[in-house]
């Protein structure tokens, strides 16, 4: 560990709750150099949906570079780009009945949030944006601004502004949208009209926080009556975690703008896009640019997990029977120990639960990684235990998981109140 005390930056985090070298990874799990293995339920943060070193991916990429096929071309036309592109639009957007174009961003999701606000900014000619409590959206200047997190937003330095914050669904008792349209209509209530609203469906680090079918529906439907674009961050909740490719799929709304990150590259390369409908592409060449704006080896990959996994619906029926298993635990500990914890939070594989406090859920995700699983919390106090296992997990591996999960809740019960009923 020396090297790293010596060479790494403080700012490091996930090291500090899961102190091994880590040597290889396959699948759902991971391996140090000892050779102790660990499951794996945190996935690269929802980057390895596809788990880890995927055979069939690892195959195309492994071709693609044997043939010394393009790894770097600025923003220029690629076969490797072209295949992309195809298998978006034949197996993602035509079935959805989606018409976007597709910008290519720098390669984090943070520089995908970014392009989005400033195309809503230069479309509109409007400086302000609206995002919702409990939001998270990157930590760059701009997607800070729309992140609710002060610990993230005190690592700023500087003044972030031009965003209005707005309640999310269900937070404090609060009718957000309520509050949202009676400020958008009045002269007097000191809001600027914005050029967009910034939202996470479901809100990843903010604690899996969902928002209705019928909450975004009316979310949409205010937009749209005050000449407002709406933006989905699907960079966490995309790709499947939700049981649909896009989040906001069972909601039946269409946004103005989607972006995309972690697992869109499929096998834990970088990528980002921004999905946006046709009449907004009013860039120029160049006006948002970065030198890795065009990621070949993720292209490649990419194509591939969109054929391999989602040319039929088999993969979402998988993604659902692994929820309603995870689902059925979650629900138990909450029956079983009403002293450790609130209720479940999220929706499909993007799920968890809600501890009384941040003790408790970090006393279980150390407890579960002295038992052999990688697991991490999230939420204001750190207060939700997520469960963000690859979604190519198989039930065998599910049930280790989960048993491994249910062992550390009956040790941290016995603990803290003396019995595991």
Not at 318 to 338: L, N
Request: glycine residues 10%.
């Amino acid at each position: 560990m020396d090297i790293f005390k010596k060479q790494e930056s403080n700012v490091r985090s996930y090291s500090n709750s899961f102190p091994v070298i880590f040597r290889k990874a396959k699948g759902c799990w991971l391996e140090t150099e000892q050779g102790e293995r660990y499951l794996d339920f945190l996935a690269g943060a929802g980057s390895l949906n596809y788990g880890h070193n995927n055979s069939e991916l690892k195959q195309a990429l492994l071709e693609y570079i044997e043939m010394d096929g393009i790894t770097h071309g600025l923003d220029m036309h690629s076969e490797a780009k072209a295949s992309f592109l195809e298998a978006l639009d034949d197996l993602i957007l035509k079935p959805r009945n989606l018409e976007y174009k597709v910008q290519f961003t720098g390669p984090t999701g943070t520089n995908a949030v970014e392009a989005a606000l400033k195309l809503a900014k230069k479309v509109k000619a409007r400086s302000s944006i609206v995002a919702f409590t409990n939001g998270f959206h990157g930590c760059t200047a701009g997607a800070l601004a729309a992140t609710g997190n002060q610990h993230h937003r005190q690592g700023a330095g500087s003044p972030l502004n031009n965003v209005t914050r707005i309640p999310f669904e269900g937070y404090a008792g609060i009718d957000g949208l309520t509050l949202f349209e009676t400020m958008l209509n009045d002269n007097s209530a000191g809001m600027d009209k914005p050029a967009a609203v910034l939202i996470e469906t479901v809100q990843g680090e903010g604690g899996l926080n969902v928002a209705s079918n019928a909450w975004l529906q009316r979310l949409e439907k205010i937009c749209h009556s005050n000449d407002i674009l709406l933006i989905v961050d699907d960079i966490q909740a995309g790709c499947g975690r939700t049981g649909t490719f896009f989040s906001f799929e069972p909601s039946g709304i269409k946004p103005d703008m989607v972006t995309l990150s972690k697992s869109i590259g499929g096998y834990g390369l970088p990528m980002a896009v921004v999905l946006l409908k046709p009449e907004l592409d009013q860039w120029k060449p160049g006006e948002h640019n970065g030198t890795f704006r065009g990621n070949n080896h993720a292209f490649i990959t990419a194509a591939k997990a969109l054929e391999v996994y989602w040319s039929n619906d088999n993969f979402e029926q998988h993604i659902k029977r692994c929820s309603e298993k995870v689902d059925g635990v979650i629900q138990r500990c909450v029956s079983r120990f009403p002293e450790m914890f609130v209720q479940r939070k999220g929706r499909g594989m993007m799920i968890g639960i809600e501890c009384q406090n941040g003790q408790l859920s970090g006393d279980i995700a150390k407890t579960c990684f002295e038992k052999g699983m990688v697991i991490e919390t999230a939420g204001p106090n750190d207060e939700v235990v997520k469960f963000f296992c690859p979604l190519t997990i198989t039930n065998a591996e599910l049930d280790q998981g989960l048993t491994i999960f249910e062992d550390a809740v009956e040790a941290i019960a016995a603990k803290h109140f003396k019995k595991a009923s």
